[in-house]
């Protein structure tokens, strides 16, 4: 196994990635308006470039693609913090659809004709899950309504989703309700395994987030003088941005290490270590950015946002290192 990306891979990120450039160029703007996802761009990446069925089988009309590449989809969109519903549908979803073998609605999503979304909390963990159906991402733009009940995963066709305030304003959440008949049973399913599958990936979306954060940072401090020399020239913030890119290096590598293996080991060891990372970097990005950062114009606080609502979803930094303390067999 490599943690080197492949010429394909490497094809796909640059096929994602001058899309973006030229598509995604001003998130704020869309996120306050009323409709913060951006459809016309999520039907392009999914009916141009295929992004919505990478995770699906050929039979179902998907790619077949491995969670490397899907794994690739995410830095990119952590790098634009891209308002499409990539990670809730092609991912979460998709995966909970994989387990049940449910191939009428796989190949409606890999056709780019619905969205789909799994009811399930969004700070819900492999480890501890909580109750109910509030605080889910990307319901309210799925046309497929997922839960699961008591080990049994179900399609809500009647679902009616109640938006609420989220801190991340480029992937909102919200409640979803439905009643008691409105329900049609798909089969049983892993929910720890499918958070799991979704936690392992996420790390790359953190990815892409501190990449952009730190890539940002070091441009600006090139440009931005201070006493007649750039900012960048001071020895202070030479160090800190040398520390700063360690941890993103390290980050791809757990990232990547995540996504190849899929093992319980390298997903907590992905979570613990990039959720922290992708929030670090983000806060350092504001700080060094100076009085421009703190302003509502610049996009910097989106990425903040990002990495902190990513931080405590499907696990907390901490719940994933209890984990991984009680993998490898250590006391916490």
Known sequence: MTLLYSPDEEDLRSAVRDLLKD????????????????????????????????????????AGATPREAGVVLEELGRFVAPVPFFTSSVLATKALLEVGAGELLERLAGGEATA??????????????????????????????????????????????????????????????????????????????????AALLASEQLGVAEWCLQTTLDYVKTRYQFARPVGSFQA?????????????????????????????????????????????????VQLHGGIGMTWEHPVHLYLKRAKATQIALGTPGDHREALASLVGLEM
Request: proline share 5%; hydrophobic share 45%.
């Open 23 to 62: 598509r995604c160029t001003d998130v704020l703007a869309r996120v306050e308006t009323a409709q913060p996802y951006d459809l016309d761009l999520w039907k392009t990446l999914s009916r141009e470039i295929g992004v919505a069925g990478l995770l699906i089988p050929e039979e179902y009309g998907g």
């Open 117 to 198: 979304a799994l009811a399930v909390p969004f700070s819900a963990s492999p480890y501890r899950i909580p109750s109910g159906t509030a605080n889910v991402a990307g319901a309210d733009v799925a046309d497929i309504v997922l839960v699961v009940e008591d080990g049994v995963l179900y399609q809500v066709p009647g679902a009616r989703v109640e938006l609420v305030s989220s801190l991340d304003m480029t992937r909102p959440v919200g409640t979803v309700s439905y009643g008691s008949g409105d329900k049609v049973r798909l089969g049983e399913v892993d929910l720890p395994g499918v958070l799991g599958f979704g």
């Open 237 to 285: 913030i030479k160090h800190r941005l040398a520390d700063l890119w360690l941890d993103v290096v390290r980050a791809r590598a757990a990232a990547r290490n995540a996504v190849s293996e899929l093992s319980p080991i390298a997903t907590a060891t992905a979570q613990a270590w990039n959720a922290d990372v992708a929030v670090h970097v983000a806060e350092d990005a």
